[in-house]
Protein backbone atom coordinates (compact mmCIF):
# COMPACT_ATOMS: atom_id res chain seq x y z
CA UNK A 1 0.00 0.00 0.00
CA UNK A 2 1.03 3.55 -0.63
CA UNK A 3 1.84 6.15 2.01
CA UNK A 4 1.01 9.65 1.12
CA UNK A 5 0.83 12.63 3.12
CA UNK A 6 -2.15 15.05 2.86
CA UNK A 7 -1.19 18.21 1.39
CA UNK A 8 -3.16 21.95 1.02
CA UNK A 9 -4.16 21.94 -2.13
CA UNK A 10 -6.48 23.05 -4.74
CA UNK A 11 -8.10 19.32 -5.18
CA UNK A 12 -6.82 17.98 -2.34
CA UNK A 13 -9.77 18.50 0.28
CA UNK A 14 -7.48 17.54 2.93
CA UNK A 15 -6.88 19.80 6.04
CA UNK A 16 -3.15 20.81 5.44
CA UNK A 17 -1.70 18.97 8.66
CA UNK A 18 0.98 16.00 7.35
CA UNK A 19 -1.25 13.27 8.50
CA UNK A 20 -0.03 10.54 7.17
CA UNK A 21 -2.22 7.60 5.89
CA UNK A 22 -1.87 5.08 3.87
CA UNK A 23 -4.31 5.11 0.68
CA UNK A 24 -5.88 1.58 -1.17
CA UNK A 25 -4.59 0.75 -4.19
CA UNK A 26 -6.10 -0.82 -7.08
CA UNK A 27 -5.90 -4.13 -5.47
CA UNK A 28 -7.64 -3.13 -2.54
CA UNK A 29 -10.31 -1.50 -4.29
CA UNK A 30 -10.98 -4.37 -6.38
CA UNK A 31 -11.23 -6.94 -3.41
CA UNK A 32 -12.90 -4.20 -1.82
CA UNK A 33 -16.06 -4.40 -4.27
CA UNK A 34 -15.71 -8.16 -4.69
CA UNK A 35 -16.51 -8.47 -1.28
CA UNK A 36 -18.84 -5.66 -0.82
CA UNK A 37 -21.07 -6.97 -3.74
CA UNK A 38 -20.67 -10.49 -2.36
CA UNK A 39 -22.26 -9.82 1.19
CA UNK A 40 -24.68 -8.30 0.00
CA UNK A 41 -26.21 -10.85 -2.52
CA UNK A 42 -25.63 -13.41 0.08
CA UNK A 43 -27.43 -11.06 2.82
CA UNK A 44 -30.02 -10.68 0.91
CA UNK A 45 -31.07 -13.83 0.30
CA UNK A 46 -30.76 -14.84 3.83
CA UNK A 47 -32.68 -12.11 4.71
CA UNK A 48 -35.24 -10.48 2.22
CA UNK A 49 -37.67 -11.91 0.83
CA UNK A 50 -38.09 -12.79 -2.26
CA UNK A 51 -40.93 -10.75 -2.93
CA UNK A 52 -38.88 -7.26 -1.90
CA UNK A 53 -35.71 -7.78 -3.53
CA UNK A 54 -37.21 -6.15 -6.44
CA UNK A 55 -37.57 -3.03 -4.22
CA UNK A 56 -33.56 -2.92 -3.61
CA UNK A 57 -31.51 -0.27 -5.55
CA UNK A 58 -28.60 -1.92 -5.48
CA UNK A 59 -30.09 -5.38 -6.39
CA UNK A 60 -30.97 -3.80 -9.54
CA UNK A 61 -28.07 -2.31 -10.33
CA UNK A 62 -25.80 -5.59 -9.92
CA UNK A 63 -25.81 -6.41 -13.40
CA UNK A 64 -23.94 -3.42 -14.63
CA UNK A 65 -20.24 -2.62 -14.49
CA UNK A 66 -18.91 -1.11 -11.97
CA UNK A 67 -15.77 1.38 -12.13
CA UNK A 68 -13.87 2.63 -8.84
CA UNK A 69 -12.75 5.76 -8.43
CA UNK A 70 -9.35 6.28 -5.88
CA UNK A 71 -7.23 10.18 -5.63
CA UNK A 72 -4.27 9.86 -4.52
CA UNK A 73 -4.94 12.82 -2.78
CA UNK A 74 -8.67 13.32 -1.62
CA UNK A 75 -11.10 10.25 -1.48
CA UNK A 76 -12.28 6.95 -3.38
CA UNK A 77 -15.43 5.31 -4.40
CA UNK A 78 -17.43 3.90 -7.08
CA UNK A 79 -19.81 4.01 -9.65
CA UNK A 80 -22.36 1.51 -11.49
CA UNK A 81 -21.15 2.20 -15.28
CA UNK A 82 -20.86 0.48 -18.68
CA UNK A 83 -20.52 -3.45 -19.23
CA UNK A 84 -20.60 -5.89 -16.60
CA UNK A 85 -16.59 -5.70 -15.41
CA UNK A 86 -14.85 -4.16 -12.70
CA UNK A 87 -12.04 -1.40 -13.46
CA UNK A 88 -10.29 1.45 -11.14
CA UNK A 89 -9.57 4.82 -12.07
CA UNK A 90 -6.74 6.79 -10.41
CA UNK A 91 -5.32 9.81 -10.44
CA UNK A 92 -4.47 13.03 -8.60
CA UNK A 93 -7.38 14.70 -8.86
CA UNK A 94 -9.70 14.79 -6.38
CA UNK A 95 -12.37 12.00 -6.41
CA UNK A 96 -15.25 14.25 -7.28
CA UNK A 97 -12.99 15.27 -10.07
CA UNK A 98 -12.07 12.43 -11.56
CA UNK A 99 -15.47 10.66 -13.06
CA UNK A 100 -15.69 14.10 -14.80
CA UNK A 101 -11.95 14.45 -16.00
CA UNK A 102 -13.28 14.13 -20.02
CA UNK A 103 -15.39 17.09 -19.37
CA UNK A 104 -13.94 20.30 -20.95
CA UNK A 105 -11.93 21.52 -18.70
CA UNK A 106 -8.65 20.14 -17.16
CA UNK A 107 -8.75 20.21 -13.38
CA UNK A 108 -6.00 22.96 -13.36
CA UNK A 109 -8.59 25.24 -15.18
CA UNK A 110 -11.55 24.55 -12.58
CA UNK A 111 -11.96 27.18 -10.41
CA UNK A 112 -14.95 26.56 -8.41
CA UNK A 113 -17.87 23.48 -7.96
CA UNK A 114 -21.82 24.91 -8.57
CA UNK A 115 -22.32 22.91 -5.03
CA UNK A 116 -19.96 22.70 -2.20
CA UNK A 117 -20.53 20.61 0.56
CA UNK A 118 -20.05 21.16 3.95
CA UNK A 119 -17.09 19.76 5.93
CA UNK A 120 -17.27 16.04 6.77
CA UNK A 121 -20.82 16.41 5.08
CA UNK A 122 -22.50 12.88 5.42
CA UNK A 123 -25.53 10.80 3.72
CA UNK A 124 -25.95 14.04 0.97
CA UNK A 125 -27.47 12.81 -1.69
CA UNK A 126 -28.14 13.85 -5.19
CA UNK A 127 -30.78 12.61 -7.51
CA UNK A 128 -33.30 13.69 -10.34
CA UNK A 129 -31.08 16.35 -10.88
CA UNK A 130 -29.76 18.13 -14.20
CA UNK A 131 -27.20 20.51 -13.87
CA UNK A 132 -26.07 23.08 -16.75
CA UNK A 133 -22.22 23.86 -16.33
CA UNK A 134 -23.21 27.21 -18.76
CA UNK A 135 -19.98 26.80 -20.37
CA UNK A 136 -17.85 27.62 -17.74
CA UNK A 137 -14.76 26.20 -15.73
CA UNK A 138 -16.92 24.56 -12.96
CA UNK A 139 -17.42 20.15 -11.85
CA UNK A 140 -20.73 19.56 -10.79
CA UNK A 141 -20.02 19.38 -6.84
CA UNK A 142 -17.36 19.10 -4.59
CA UNK A 143 -16.87 17.62 -0.91
CA UNK A 144 -14.63 18.70 2.03
CA UNK A 145 -13.28 16.39 4.83
CA UNK A 146 -12.16 12.68 5.71
CA UNK A 147 -15.65 12.19 6.76
CA UNK A 148 -17.63 13.40 3.33
CA UNK A 149 -20.30 10.95 2.02
CA UNK A 150 -21.71 11.80 -1.41
CA UNK A 151 -24.33 9.56 -3.08
CA UNK A 152 -25.58 10.25 -6.60
CA UNK A 153 -28.34 9.17 -9.26
CA UNK A 154 -30.56 9.45 -11.87
CA UNK A 155 -28.04 12.39 -12.50
CA UNK A 156 -27.28 14.66 -15.05
CA UNK A 157 -24.48 17.50 -16.15
CA UNK A 158 -23.93 19.34 -19.07
CA UNK A 159 -21.59 22.10 -19.94
CA UNK A 160 -21.28 23.10 -23.81
CA UNK A 161 -21.40 19.93 -25.83
CA UNK A 162 -19.85 18.09 -22.74
CA UNK A 163 -22.74 15.28 -20.87
CA UNK A 164 -22.46 12.82 -18.63
CA UNK A 165 -25.08 10.83 -17.17
CA UNK A 166 -24.86 8.81 -13.56
CA UNK A 167 -26.95 6.13 -13.19
CA UNK A 168 -25.51 5.29 -9.38
CA UNK A 169 -22.33 6.53 -7.63
CA UNK A 170 -21.06 6.87 -4.13
CA UNK A 171 -17.84 9.00 -3.68
CA UNK A 172 -16.23 9.32 0.14
CA UNK A 173 -13.50 11.70 1.46
CA UNK A 174 -11.54 9.26 3.27
CA UNK A 175 -9.08 7.13 0.63
CA UNK A 176 -7.37 4.74 3.42
CA UNK A 177 -7.07 1.53 3.17
CA UNK A 178 -9.00 0.83 6.49
CA UNK A 179 -11.89 2.76 5.20
CA UNK A 180 -11.60 0.25 2.23
CA UNK A 181 -10.67 -2.95 3.75
CA UNK A 182 -12.43 -6.49 2.94
CA UNK A 183 -13.73 -6.04 6.68
CA UNK A 184 -15.30 -2.88 6.08
CA UNK A 185 -16.76 -4.02 2.97
CA UNK A 186 -18.81 -6.87 4.52
CA UNK A 187 -19.85 -4.75 7.11
CA UNK A 188 -21.27 -2.11 5.10
CA UNK A 189 -23.23 -4.61 3.18
CA UNK A 190 -25.12 -6.16 6.03
CA UNK A 191 -25.71 -2.61 7.48
CA UNK A 192 -27.78 -2.17 4.06
CA UNK A 193 -29.25 -4.92 3.78
CA UNK A 194 -30.57 -4.51 7.46
CA UNK A 195 -31.62 -1.39 7.14
CA UNK A 196 -33.78 -2.73 3.61
CA UNK A 197 -34.66 -5.57 6.43
CA UNK A 198 -36.03 -3.00 9.19
CA UNK A 199 -38.19 -0.96 6.53
CA UNK A 200 -39.88 -4.29 5.07
CA UNK A 201 -40.53 -5.75 8.58
CA UNK A 202 -42.70 -2.71 9.71
CA UNK A 203 -44.02 -2.64 6.12
CA UNK A 204 -45.73 -6.36 7.27
CA UNK A 205 -45.80 -5.48 10.88
CA UNK A 206 -48.19 -2.70 9.99
CA UNK A 207 -49.92 -4.67 7.19
CA UNK A 208 -48.49 -1.93 4.69
CA UNK A 209 -47.22 -1.72 1.07
CA UNK A 210 -43.82 -1.55 1.12
CA UNK A 211 -43.55 1.68 -0.95
CA UNK A 212 -46.74 3.30 1.05
CA UNK A 213 -44.76 2.57 3.69
CA UNK A 214 -41.54 4.11 2.94
CA UNK A 215 -43.46 7.38 1.44
CA UNK A 216 -46.04 7.82 4.29
CA UNK A 217 -45.23 5.93 7.01
CA UNK A 218 -41.68 5.84 7.47
CA UNK A 219 -41.35 9.50 8.84
CA UNK A 220 -43.54 8.33 11.59
CA UNK A 221 -41.46 5.13 12.81
CA UNK A 222 -39.95 5.57 16.23
CA UNK A 223 -37.26 3.29 18.48
CA UNK A 224 -38.00 2.22 21.87
CA UNK A 225 -34.72 1.68 24.23
CA UNK A 226 -34.58 0.69 27.37
CA UNK A 227 -34.61 -1.94 30.20
CA UNK A 228 -36.74 -5.74 28.85
CA UNK A 229 -37.29 -7.21 32.26
CA UNK A 230 -40.73 -7.53 33.34
CA UNK A 231 -41.04 -4.43 34.91
CA UNK A 232 -39.06 -2.51 32.24
CA UNK A 233 -40.80 -4.10 29.58
CA UNK A 234 -44.42 -2.75 31.06
CA UNK A 235 -43.18 0.69 30.94
CA UNK A 236 -42.00 0.34 27.39
CA UNK A 237 -45.62 -1.14 26.48
CA UNK A 238 -46.82 2.08 28.38
CA UNK A 239 -44.98 4.01 25.95
CA UNK A 240 -45.44 2.63 22.99
CA UNK A 241 -49.36 2.99 23.81
CA UNK A 242 -48.90 6.30 24.50
CA UNK A 243 -46.87 6.77 21.12
CA UNK A 244 -49.45 4.97 19.20
CA UNK A 245 -52.52 7.57 20.27
CA UNK A 246 -50.31 10.07 18.61
CA UNK A 247 -49.84 8.23 15.56
CA UNK A 248 -46.44 6.65 15.76
CA UNK A 249 -45.60 3.49 14.75
CA UNK A 250 -42.65 2.19 17.03
CA UNK A 251 -40.61 -0.94 17.37
CA UNK A 252 -38.59 -2.32 20.55
CA UNK A 253 -35.20 -3.34 19.78
CA UNK A 254 -35.61 -6.94 20.82
CA UNK A 255 -38.10 -7.06 18.18
CA UNK A 256 -35.59 -6.74 15.17
CA UNK A 257 -33.89 -10.16 14.03
CA UNK A 258 -30.30 -10.09 14.92
CA UNK A 259 -27.68 -10.22 11.99
CA UNK A 260 -24.60 -12.64 12.32
CA UNK A 261 -21.95 -10.75 12.94
CA UNK A 262 -23.89 -7.17 14.51
CA UNK A 263 -23.33 -6.21 18.02
CA UNK A 264 -25.87 -4.73 20.18
CA UNK A 265 -24.82 -1.21 19.85
CA UNK A 266 -24.38 -1.26 16.04
CA UNK A 267 -27.75 -2.74 15.42
CA UNK A 268 -29.33 0.22 17.77
CA UNK A 269 -27.69 2.78 15.76
CA UNK A 270 -28.59 1.93 12.48
CA UNK A 271 -32.31 1.14 13.76
CA UNK A 272 -32.00 4.78 15.11
CA UNK A 273 -31.09 6.47 11.65
CA UNK A 274 -33.86 4.72 10.08
CA UNK A 275 -36.42 6.14 12.92
CA UNK A 276 -37.91 9.62 13.20
CA UNK A 277 -36.65 9.59 16.59
CA UNK A 278 -35.86 7.22 19.46
CA UNK A 279 -37.70 7.32 22.69
CA UNK A 280 -35.51 5.89 25.44
CA UNK A 281 -36.78 4.49 29.18
CA UNK A 282 -34.09 5.73 31.40
CA UNK A 283 -35.65 4.88 34.17
CA UNK A 284 -33.53 1.86 35.72
CA UNK A 285 -29.95 0.42 34.62
CA UNK A 286 -29.91 -1.94 31.12
CA UNK A 287 -28.24 -1.33 28.08
CA UNK A 288 -29.59 2.22 27.32
CA UNK A 289 -26.24 3.23 29.46
CA UNK A 290 -24.85 1.86 26.56
CA UNK A 291 -27.02 3.05 23.16
CA UNK A 292 -27.67 6.69 24.51
CA UNK A 293 -24.06 7.75 24.07
CA UNK A 294 -23.99 5.85 20.98
CA UNK A 295 -26.64 7.49 19.05
CA UNK A 296 -25.52 10.45 20.63
CA UNK A 297 -22.26 9.99 19.22
CA UNK A 298 -24.25 9.72 15.32
CA UNK A 299 -26.51 12.42 16.36
CA UNK A 300 -29.84 10.59 16.45
CA UNK A 301 -32.68 12.86 18.10
CA UNK A 302 -33.89 11.49 21.47
CA UNK A 303 -36.70 11.69 23.94
CA UNK A 304 -35.71 9.95 27.31
CA UNK A 305 -37.88 9.55 29.62
CA UNK A 306 -37.46 8.45 33.72
CA UNK A 307 -39.80 7.44 35.98
CA UNK A 308 -40.07 9.87 38.44
CA UNK A 309 -38.35 8.78 41.58
CA UNK A 310 -36.03 6.38 39.64
CA UNK A 311 -32.55 5.97 39.24
CA UNK A 312 -30.58 4.98 36.37
CA UNK A 313 -27.39 6.29 35.54
CA UNK A 314 -25.77 10.38 36.30
CA UNK A 315 -24.11 9.16 32.77
CA UNK A 316 -27.60 9.51 31.05
CA UNK A 317 -28.70 12.85 32.36
CA UNK A 318 -28.32 16.22 31.60
CA UNK A 319 -27.98 15.72 27.65
CA UNK A 320 -30.83 17.78 26.63
CA UNK A 321 -29.14 20.74 28.01
CA UNK A 322 -26.45 20.90 25.20
CA UNK A 323 -28.19 19.36 22.29
CA UNK A 324 -31.42 20.64 20.07
CA UNK A 325 -32.68 17.26 19.20
CA UNK A 326 -32.24 15.52 22.66
CA UNK A 327 -35.50 16.09 24.92
CA UNK A 328 -35.71 14.78 28.49
CA UNK A 329 -38.66 14.35 30.60
CA UNK A 330 -39.89 12.78 34.29
CA UNK A 331 -43.16 11.27 34.06
CA UNK A 332 -45.28 8.86 36.13
CA UNK A 333 -48.41 6.54 35.83
CA UNK A 334 -50.99 9.50 35.78
CA UNK A 335 -49.00 12.13 33.53
CA UNK A 336 -47.40 9.86 30.96
CA UNK A 337 -49.96 10.53 27.97
CA UNK A 338 -49.38 14.50 28.29
CA UNK A 339 -45.67 14.20 29.41
CA UNK A 340 -45.02 12.24 25.66
CA UNK A 341 -47.22 15.02 23.97
CA UNK A 342 -45.16 17.51 25.37
CA UNK A 343 -41.56 15.75 24.83
CA UNK A 344 -43.11 14.85 21.02
CA UNK A 345 -44.45 18.13 20.44
CA UNK A 346 -41.10 19.79 21.46
CA UNK A 347 -38.93 17.15 19.81
CA UNK A 348 -40.93 17.91 16.14
CA UNK A 349 -40.30 21.99 16.92
CA UNK A 350 -36.63 21.13 17.03
CA UNK A 351 -36.44 18.73 14.17
CA UNK A 352 -38.37 21.27 11.98
CA UNK A 353 -36.18 23.82 13.00
CA UNK A 354 -33.08 21.54 11.90
CA UNK A 355 -34.94 21.28 8.50
CA UNK A 356 -35.60 24.77 7.81
CA UNK A 357 -31.36 25.84 9.06
CA UNK A 358 -30.57 22.81 6.75
CA UNK A 359 -32.70 24.01 4.05
CA UNK A 360 -31.47 27.38 4.24
CA UNK A 361 -27.92 26.25 3.94
CA UNK A 362 -28.47 23.44 1.52
CA UNK A 363 -31.46 25.19 -0.79
CA UNK A 364 -31.33 22.26 -3.62
CA UNK A 365 -31.99 19.37 -0.35
CA UNK A 366 -35.34 18.42 0.78
CA UNK A 367 -35.07 17.64 4.30
CA UNK A 368 -38.12 16.35 5.93
CA UNK A 369 -39.83 18.26 8.83
Not at 235 to 249: E, F, K, M, Q, V
Not at 346 to 351: D, G, K
Request: proline share 4%; with cysteine; glycine share 8%.
Amino acid sequence: MRRATDVDGRWSGAPGDGTTVTIVNSDGLLRYLDGFHSQFTRSVERHVPQNYRQHLERSRLLGIGVIGYISTTYGAGFEYRGRRSTRIIEGPEAVFFLPFRDNPFPAAAIRMPMFQGAEDASNVRFSGLTLDGNGQAVVPFSMSGSKAELTVSDFRFQNRRYQRVVQHMELFGDNSAERWSPARAVEAAMDEVFSAYVHIREAEQWHLDLGQYVSQHRDRHVLLLGSFDGEGRRRLTSIRDALSGLGYLSTLLDEVEEFSGMDLLRKARLVADLSRFSVVDDSAPAGQIGEIPELIAGRCPLVILRLAGSSSSYVTRGLGATSKIVVERSYDATTLDSVMRDAVERMESSLGAVADEQSSTYPWRSFPK
